[in-house]
């Protein structure tokens, strides 16, 4: 991997870090947690877990779950669809929904992570961007309010959308869910992360900034994660 863009990454996930950890109302640091962590589970999706089907109307959009929203995402056709599915107001010009809705386009979910803290709920989806000839990783964060999901850009959570798009579905299922992995350089990192039972976000963002340094992660080929070298990053909020 590139030296400058390790350094790039490092300088983002500790200088949010940081930040984070100097207002107590968001993200208060406390003892075994690291951040006020109340819940974090990491689910798998099936093998066939596609989204192709879209909907027809932003009539039948109700956006009460993530998957539903990410289907929301790639079936709007217009700006006031798109500001729906982020509780804001939105603008896109018409070739970014021409590329959204690009013959072939469909979503291969992979993963998500349900995480709480200061009584707020996200969620972070690991999937593919499957078109007519490539897939490209991808990954999105969300935030519930009341009944509903919606896009959010929260800046701790932020961090794990990185994280999502460079490691394999499994590592991060042993990650979040305390696994034994086949790979020596997870283990260490979910050693170092899990203290006391508890799951502590601070000690995994420097143990993901440490493995990435080193270079020492290999994933499984079968397995489509970003490649930094080549930038192949994809984000479906800015098609």
């Not at 020596?184 to 976000?201: A, C, M």
Request: charged share 25%.
């Amino acid at each position: 991997m590139n030296q400058s863009i390790k350094l790039l990454y490092l300088f983002i996930i500790f200088c949010n870090t940081l930040f984070s950890q100097s207002y107590d109302g968001i993200c208060q640091p406390i003892q075994k947690v690291g951040f006020k962590v109340q819940q974090i589970s990491y689910t798998s999706y099936s093998e066939n877990y596609i989204i192709k089907e879209k909907y027809k109307h932003i009539n039948e959009v109700k956006n009460t779950s993530p998957e539903e929203l990410i289907k929301s995402q790639i079936s709007a056709t217009n700006n006031k669809w798109l500001s729906k599915n982020y509780g804001k107001e939105m603008t896109w010009t018409e070739g970014q929904f021409e590329r959204l809705h690009e013959k072939g386009n469909a979503l291969h979910l992979i993963g998500k992570l349900i995480i709480t803290y200061n009584d707020e709920k996200f969620a972070v989806l690991k999937f593919n961007m499957n078109s007519s000839n490539k897939k490209i990783p991808a990954s999105l964060v969300m935030k519930k309010r009341e009944n509903n999901w919606f896009f959010c850009e929260d800046s701790l959570i932020s961090n794990l959308s990185l994280i999502f798009m460079s490691l394999s579905g499994d590592d991060l299922y042993s990650i979040f869910n305390r696994k034994k992995s086949k790979s020596i350089v997870i283990n260490e990192l979910i050693n170092n992360t899990w203290k006391e039972d508890s799951f502590n976000y601070s000690n995994f963002l420097k143990a993901y900034a440490k493995l990435l340094f080193e270079g020492s992660y290999k994933n499984n080929p079968k397995d489509y994660t970003i490649d930094l070298k080549k930038n192949k990053i994809i984000n479906i909020n800015k098609v």
